[in-house]
Structure formats: structure tokens, C-alpha cells
Nanobody, 122 residues
Framework: QVQLIESGGGLVQAGGSPRLSCAAS????????MGWFRQAPGKQREFVAV????????RYADSVKGRFTISRDNAKSTVSLQMNSLKPEDTAVYYC???????????????WGRGTQVTVSS
């Protein structure tokens, strides 16, 4: 089992640059690919970014490419999402998730955090 806890959300002005963090605990001796997803009100959960087990590969949704950066520190069992140039449409609950595979699909993820709200004001 892996437990994931997100932090760093809140109310941010458009153009802001918050940083989300996800702390993993439990069975962290097995390193997973780590992803960030988000779910806006009334919408389905969508992929944001994923980073491979050793941090060598990343992938982003087109909507955040060039603005968001995913990174990880395996020694600390943490993964971060640096968000820049935020837009009101980035408002959502952001979830951290762990997967056995370097995939962007929700179904590939075995473990999920409870999410952290990011609200972008215009």
C-alpha cells in the first residue's frame, strides 16, 4: 500500500506560480511512476503530468505544457508540480497518483491522494 498526501493548493491570482507537493508513505521501497491529475467542477478527472520512476522522463497534457513542471525526489519520497502562469481554467482539485507504468490514463494508477484545491481568480 502507498499513501499519498497532497499539499500546496489554495486561492491564487491569475498569473501566479504555486507549487504543489505530494508526500508518499508506506510501500515506497518500490518506486512508481507518479502523476498529477485534476478535476474541475462538473468535469471528468483529467491527466496533467507524469514522471517516470527515476525522473528521467516526463509527459504533460497539452493544456499545461510549457507552464507546469513535474519533478520528484525519491530520497524524500516526494513529487512536485510547479505551476506557472496560472489561468482561471486551471481551477480544479489536483490529485497525486502512483502507477506501475509510465502512462497518462487514469485506469493505470493504483494509488491516489485525496486531492488539493487550486482556485485561480481572474
Amino acid at each position: 500500500q502507498v499513501q499519498l498526501i497532497e499539499s500546496g493548493g489554495g486561492l491564487v491570482q491569475a498569473g501566479g506560480s504555486p507549487r504543489l507537493s505530494c508526500a508518499a508513505s508506506g510501500r515506497t521501497s518500490v518506486t512508481y511512476a507518479m502523476g498529477w491529475f485534476r478535476q474541475a467542477p462538473g468535469k471528468q478527472r483529467e491527466f496533467v503530468a507524469v514522471i517516470s520512476r527515476e525522473g528521467m522522463n516526463t509527459r504533460y497534457a497539452d493544456s499545461v505544457k510549457g507552464r507546469f513542471t513535474i519533478s520528484r525526489d525519491n530520497a524524500k519520497s516526494t513529487v512536485s508540480l510547479q505551476m506557472n502562469s496560472l489561468k482561471p481554467e486551471d481551477t480544479a482539485v489536483y490529485y497525486c497518483a502512483a502507477s506501475d507504468k509510465f502512462y497518462a490514463t487514469i485506469s493505470a494508477y493504483n494509488y491516489w491522494g485525496r486531492g488539493t484545491q487550486v482556485t485561480v481568480s481572474s
